[in-house]
């Protein structure tokens, strides 16, 4: 609890209702959110979200109540941090982030994407939705004058949905503030990844938190990607909701598997669930792959046809798996790979894992590029010569058509997912 002056919450929050009001709500519910802020922004609630002693913390806050007061009183604008450059800790449409998106990727046009800058695939995998999109530092403890800033900003965009991505250690306290600020948005959090990442206590512990907020009453529903979590948590989604390719406008100069040999990319970095080397050797055995081309350096000197290159950045990227034949991605532990989606986006396909997407529109992509013994190498080498004999247009339609089915599913589940809080 906050210690000294027994009105300092109190004044804070009436500080932050004057940057951000909901005229609904704050005559009536006043006493209760004063005594939630409080809780929010100087309890140590799960063991993750402050290490700071309450005495300092509330010192802090009240300090950042009194300056907002004081910017309000003089005239001053809030400014969102995004005009204080990428390393700020929170950004509204960073470039990075909206430049790749989806038309229409919701039924509505009031909804904001959020997620944790420091997590980059599911930075991507936000990208490619429609809508506003907030990157916050997952790493930063956030203030109140910060919360009333991402909370005005929410209002003055009639944002009334807002979606999180993933988890960080900063999430929960500022959404749990936001939802004070704005209680009549509604939040609904999507948990990226599997039970696997659960081995790890750091994971685990987030992910504890992750249901709290629905607990809470703070997330209004939850999403998954993988099938079968939905049974953890009665406000969860029934169905899982789907990653979207990334939009690109890159042609390409042929179909894939046109040429001999063909030429490969493993797009990701070597970890437990990646299965770097399995993918590498059996891409390396193959007669008919030449280059394969790599970000990580792997430690084999055996793997001749591997060619590191550097990443280069987003754009570099999607211009080189354009000009590739297939990307690698028989992983062993993935959620929905954005090796594989940023492939699509190009044209390019993708050996794979059995993502078990349950696509009510039955695809013929997952059949032909489905590994089943994912850590059998000979199993992937003959799966890469079984697919040299499909003609090169069919295997190009084949990945259009795929594309486009993610691309309509998504657009479905998260119309319900939205719809159903």
Request: charged letters at 25%; aromatic letters at 10%.
């Amino acid at each position: 609890m906050i210690s000294g002056d027994g009105h300092a919450v109190d004044r804070l929050v009436k500080t932050i209702f004057k940057a951000c009001p909901d005229r609904r709500h704050a005559s009536r519910d006043k006493p209760q959110q004063a005594k939630q802020m409080e809780d929010v922004l100087s309890t140590e609630k799960s063991g993750i979200l402050m290490n700071k002693s309450a005495s300092s913390t509330s010192k802090e806050h009240y300090q950042a109540g009194r300056d907002l007061a004081l910017s309000l009183r003089n005239g001053r604008e809030v400014i969102l941090s995004s005009a204080r450059g990428p390393e700020a800790n929170y950004l509204l449409d960073a470039p990075d982030d909206v430049v790749r998106q989806n038309p229409d990727s919701f039924n509505t046009n009031n909804v904001a994407t959020m997620f944790t800058k420091q997590w980059v695939g599911i930075r991507q995998a936000c990208g490619a939705f429609s809508g506003h999109k907030i990157a916050i530092d997952g790493h930063h403890k956030f203030d109140a004058i910060e919360i009333g800033e991402i909370a005005t900003t929410l209002r003055d965009l009639k944002i009334d949905h807002v979606i999180y991505h993933g988890m960080a250690s900063s999430t929960s306290s500022l959404l749990r503030g936001l939802k004070i600020l704005s209680p009549s948005t509604k939040f609904y959090g999507v948990w990226h990844g599997t039970m696997a990442g659960w081995s790890s206590d750091e994971e685990l512990a987030l992910f504890r938190e992750f249901l709290a907020l629905a607990d809470d009453k703070v997330y209004d529903r939850l999403g998954f990607l993988r099938q079968g979590m939905q049974n953890i948590h009665p406000k969860a989604y029934g169905c899982i909701l789907y990653n979207l390719p990334p939009s690109a406008s890159i042609k390409r100069s042929y179909m894939p598997f046109a040429k001999r040999p063909i030429r490969c990319i493993f797009p990701s970095w070597n970890n437990a669930w990646k299965n770097m080397y399995t993918n590498l050797l059996a891409a390396n055995i193959s007669p008919i792959v030449g280059d394969i081309f790599v970000y990580y350096k792997p430690q084999l000197e055996s793997l001749d046809k591997v060619r590191f290159v550097e990443f280069g950045g987003h754009d570099a990227h999607f211009q080189r798996v354009a000009k590739m034949d297939l990307c690698l991605n028989v992983s062993v532990n993935d959620c929905q790979p954005m090796a594989e989606l940023e492939g699509l986006s190009v044209g390019t396909p993708s050996l794979r894992n059995d993502w078990n997407l349950d696509l009510e529109t039955p695809s013929v992509y997952e059949k032909v590029f489905t590994v089943k013994s994912y850590l059998n190498v000979n199993a992937i080498a003959e799966k890469i010569l079984e697919i040299a004999d499909l003609d090169p247009n069919y295997i190009y339609e084949i990945t259009k058509a795929h594309k486009e089915i993610l691309i309509s599913a998504s657009r479905q589940r998260y119309t319900a997912f939205l719809g159903g809080a």
